[in-house]
């Protein structure tokens, strides 16, 4: 079981963390949480954004955000670059959010097949 | 519709939010004796004018801009209706909201209760800045959540870095299964 003693301890690891952080993340993710995200399932995307960001330690923030129009291509991720360049991926779920953040944030490489232009008419 | 009891509470929650409320209380009752599910999100938020809360319910009306339909709470009250229950939408403008259902348990169209720790760290991640009590009563035994009582520990680290995520997420997990399984 979880005791909050570990948090203590949890919380002491996490300072040391933040102090060796060197300014700005390399990149932004934000996820989508308005009905229409939840209903086709942004919330596993987003846990598994943090379970995957938390593990590799990748340089980017996660945050998200209300409906951002295409409710039909939800679950909806965006990706902003430090130049503020967007990639929009869509129809994500939890096995293709991890995809993203090993190819796209790891290495820099943009998934092509995911993202909106790729969705055909 | 949503799938599980816990993708209503996100998405009532994110409403909350959205009405820049600083304190969300969720509580959650489940009793299989008298056979009622009761679910309330109340909130210290903006809240809403009598003549919205009379249109609030109704799917073409919303206050976001990028479409014309609003369905978070035209869902939760037909889920009401499906199954046996009540809704409730009470609110004062510049007070707060609280919006609820009592519902049959047993009722077939009773979803799932679903993954309630997902629910949760996902509300907490969207914004540092806003409090959380969480009750969940099963049967007679009762759990209770407070980001307050969590943050008091945390000094000047944010509630919302990844990895305390994680471990509230597992934290809660295990209390929630413990819960519904009887064992407090």
Known sequence: ?121 | MMQDIAMYILDLANNSLYANARNINICLIVDRQVDRLQLSISDDGQGMEDFIVEQATDPFYTTRKTRKIGLGLAFFKALADQCDGEFTLKSKKGVGTTVMIDIRNSHIDTPPIGDLSSTLITLIQADDLVDYRFTYRYDHQEFEFDTRKIKSMLDDVKINELNILLWIKEFLSERINELQEGKR
């Open chain 1, 1 to 121: 079981m979880k005791s909050l003693a570990e948090l203590e301890k949890l919380r002491d690891i996490t300072k040391k963390k933040i102090e060796l952080r060197d300014g700005d993340c390399d990149y932004r993710i934000v996820v989508g949480m308005a009905t229409c995200g939840i209903a086709a399932g942004a919330r596993p995307v987003l846990n598994a954004l943090i379970a995957e960001a938390t593990e590799a330690e990748y340089s980017c923030t996660i945050a998200q955000t209300g409906c951002i129009g295409m409710c039909t291509l939800e679950p909806l991720v965006e990706v902003f670059d430090k130049n503020g360049n967007k990639t929009t991926y869509v129809l994500i779920n939890p096995e293709k959010a991890v995809e993203i953040m090993r190819e796209h944030i790891g290495k820099g490489n943009i998934v092509e097949k995911y993202t909106v232009g790729s969705v055909k008419r």
